[in-house]
Each structure stands twice: as structure tokens, then as C-alpha cells.
């Protein structure tokens, strides 16, 4: 598929990335679907997390992902999910390539200033739970 699904995460937004962040990745030649900025609720982090519901940092990612607001995009290019997850980097920071949006703006394995769909199947769903098909244009 030619779609991902991205949400710049709590701490990006208010360390003020979010800006550089979508600059980024407009530059990087995907055209965004959708947008919008939203907070998750407990319940609706755990919903999307849920495929982590028995490892161990659950219950902080879930805090983490409801603790202020997010910008959810739905983006597309060309191998849109594997592309977009070489430009964002490794989970961890500290093991990210050098250029990549981790390794310039996140703070730790917990806190890595944005998510990145990690399948086209995924995608679709996660794009599903943030967007009507009235807002992707
Ligand atoms: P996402 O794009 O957010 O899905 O990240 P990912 O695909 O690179 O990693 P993964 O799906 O394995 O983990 C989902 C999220 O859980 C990560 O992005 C982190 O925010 C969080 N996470 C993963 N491992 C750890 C960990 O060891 N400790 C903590 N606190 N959080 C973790
Ligand atoms: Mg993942």
C-alpha cells in the first residue's frame, strides 16, 4: 500500500517539535490525507496500544500516550509504512541512525516523539480509529 498512519506523541508536542516534525516529513515527500490534533483518553491509548497489553511498559505507555495532546496523520507515498519507518528510526533513540526524526527529537525508548504504523494492515486500522472517511482528502 502507498498509506501510514503517524501520531506525533506527547512529548514532541511539548518540547515544540510538532512543527519541525511535519516540516519534516512534508519534505520528505508525503502528502498528508489527514490530520488533526486530538488527546487520547486512558481507555482510547489502550485500545491502540493493545497489542502491548502484556509487556511490562503497558501501563506507562498508556499513561504517556494520554498525558497531553497528539497530532494524528494519515500519509501517503510510495511504500509509505517502510519508508516511514527508516525516517523515523529505532524505537530507541540512542540506537537510531543519525537523520532520523528519533535521533533528533526524542528523548528516550518511552518518550520517542512519534509512532509509525508497522504494517499496511495496521495502517489501515490505525488510520480507522483516528479518521472518518469524510476527513482523509
Ligand atoms: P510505535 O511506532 O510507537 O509503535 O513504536 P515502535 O513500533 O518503534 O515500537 P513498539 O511498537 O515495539 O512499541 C510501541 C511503543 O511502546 C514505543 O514507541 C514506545 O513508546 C513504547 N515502548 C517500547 N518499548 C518500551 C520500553 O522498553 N519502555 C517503555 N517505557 N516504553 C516502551
Ligand atoms: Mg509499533
Redesign the pocket.
Known amino acids: 500500500s502507498n498509506r501510514t498512519f503517524t501520531m506525533i506523541k506527547p512529548d514532541a508536542m511539548k518540547s515544540g517539535h510538532a512543527g519541525a516534525i511535519l516540516d519534516r516529513i512534508i519534505k520528505e515527500g508525503y502528502r498528508i490525507v489527514a490530520l488533526k490534533m486530538t488527546r487520547l483518553s486512558e481507555t482510547k491509548a489502550g485500545e491502540f496500544?493493545a497489542v502491548?497489553k502484556e509487556r511490562p511498559?503497558y501501563g506507562?505507555?498508556v499513561e504517556f500516550m494520554s498525558s497531553g495532546p497528539v497530532i494524528a496523520a494519515i500519509l501517503e507515498k510510495e511504500n509509505a509504512v517502510n519508508s516511514f519507518r527508516t525516517l523515523i528510526g529505532a524505537?530507541d533513540p540512542a540506537k537510531a541512525d543519525e537523520g532520523t526524526i528519533r535521533k533528533q527529537f526524542a528523548a528516550s525508548?518511552?518518550e520517542?516523539a512519534v509512532?509509525?504504523s508497522?504494517s499496511d494492515e495496521n495502517a489501515l486500522i490505525e488510520g480507522d480509529f483516528f479518521f472518518s472517511s469524510l476527513e482523509r482528502i
Open positions: 496500544y502491548h511498559f506507562e505507555l524505537t525508548v518511552g520517542n509512532h509509525g508497522d
